[in-house]
C-alpha cells in the first residue's frame, strides 16, 4: 500500500496507466471534503450521494479519455465538476435556494417591515421574482459568482479555485453583479417609500 503516501497528481498519473486501486485511494482521501461540499449546497444526503457518484462517473470518463490536464490540481477540478453538477440540478429542478443576509448584500433590508398585511406580502414576492428575473440577465460569468457567493455561501477562495480564475477576477465579477442588481433595488426603493 506504499501507493497511500502517493501525491494527487502521480495518482491521477498511475490511474491513468491503469492502476485501478489508485482511484480508490483518491476517493478515499477526499471524499469526505467532496461530498461535504455537495451536502452543503442541497442539504438532502440522498441527492447529495447521486451528485457525489455523478462526479466521479465524469472524472472516470474525463481521466479514461485522457483529457485530464489540470496540472496536479485534482481537488479544485473535482470541485468544479460537483459544482456544475450541483447548478445542473438547480437548473433542472427550477429552483434556487433562498438567498441569505450577508454583510456585502442586504438586499431584503428594504423589506424590513414585518408586518403582516397582504400588500407588504405581495411587494415581498414581487421583489423576490424581479431579484430572480434580473439574475438570469446578468452575464454568465456574473452570475456564476453571485450563485455562488449567495445562493451558496462559498468564500471567494473556493469560488475562485472552483472556477479557475483569481481571487480578483472573482471579487470583480462579483462588484458588477451587484452594481447591475442595485439597478433593480433603487427601483423597489422608490416604490417601497412612496
Same mark, same amino acid.
Given at each position: 500500500?506504499?501507493?497511500?503516501?502517493?501525491?494527487?497528481?502521480?495518482?491521477?498519473?498511475?490511474?491513468?496507466?491503469?492502476?485501478?486501486?489508485?482511484?480508490? $485511494?483518491? =476517493?478515499?482521501?477526499?471524499? *469526505?471534503? =467532496?461530498?461535504?461540499?455537495?451536502?452543503?449546497?442541497?442539504?438532502?444526503?440522498?441527492? +447529495?450521494?447521486?451528485?457525489?457518484?455523478?462526479?466521479?462517473?465524469?472524472?472516470?470518463?474525463? /481521466?479514461?479519455?485522457?483529457? &485530464?490536464?489540470?496540472?496536479?490540481?485534482?481537488?479544485?477540478?473535482?470541485?468544479? $465538476?460537483?459544482?456544475?453538477?450541483? =447548478?445542473?440540478?438547480?437548473?433542472?429542478?427550477?429552483?434556487?435556494? @433562498?438567498?441569505?443576509?450577508?454583510?456585502?448584500? *442586504?438586499?431584503? +433590508?428594504?423589506? +424590513?417591515?414585518?408586518?403582516?398585511?397582504?400588500?407588504?406580502? $405581495?411587494?415581498?414576492?414581487?421583489?423576490?421574482?424581479?431579484?430572480?428575473?434580473? $439574475?438570469?440577465?446578468?452575464?454568465?460569468?456574473?452570475?456564476?459568482?453571485?450563485? @455562488?457567493?449567495?445562493?451558496?455561501?462559498?468564500?471567494?477562495?473556493?469560488?475562485?479555485?472552483?472556477?479557475?480564475? +483569481? =481571487?480578483?477576477?472573482? /471579487?470583480?465579477?462579483?462588484? &458588477?453583479?451587484?452594481?447591475?442588481?442595485?439597478?433593480?433595488?433603487?427601483?423597489?426603493?422608490?416604490?417601497?417609500?412612496?
Amino acid at each position: 500500500m506504499a501507493n497511500v503516501q502517493l501525491p494527487d497528481s502521480l495518482l491521477v498519473y498511475n490511474y491513468v496507466e491503469g492502476d485501478e486501486n489508485a482511484l480508490t $485511494i483518491l =476517493i478515499n482521501r477526499h471524499q *469526505s471534503k =467532496i461530498f461535504g461540499f455537495i451536502y452543503s449546497k442541497i442539504s438532502d444526503r440522498d441527492i +447529495s450521494n447521486d451528485i457525489f457518484q455523478d462526479t466521479f462517473i465524469k472524472v472516470i470518463k474525463t /481521466l479514461k479519455s485522457k483529457a &485530464y490536464n489540470e496540472e496536479g490540481k485534482f481537488l479544485p477540478w473535482v470541485m468544479r $465538476i460537483a459544482h456544475n453538477l450541483i =447548478i445542473d440540478h438547480f437548473r433542472k429542478n427550477k429552483k434556487m435556494p @433562498m438567498f441569505r443576509e450577508t454583510e456585502e448584500f *442586504s438586499i431584503f +433590508s428594504i423589506m +424590513s417591515d414585518d408586518s403582516p398585511t397582504i400588500e407588504n406580502k $405581495i411587494i415581498r414576492e414581487q421583489v423576490e421574482i424581479d431579484l430572480r428575473k434580473l $439574475i438570469e440577465e446578468l452575464p454568465a460569468d456574473q452570475k456564476e459568482v453571485l450563485v @455562488m457567493r449567495m445562493y451558496q455561501d462559498m468564500s471567494f477562495k473556493e469560488i475562485s479555485e472552483i472556477t479557475g480564475v +483569481s =481571487i480578483n477576477t472573482a /471579487l470583480g465579477r462579483m462588484r &458588477y453583479a451587484l452594481m447591475n442588481m442595485r439597478k433593480v433595488i433603487d427601483k423597489h426603493q422608490i416604490i417601497l417609500t412612496n
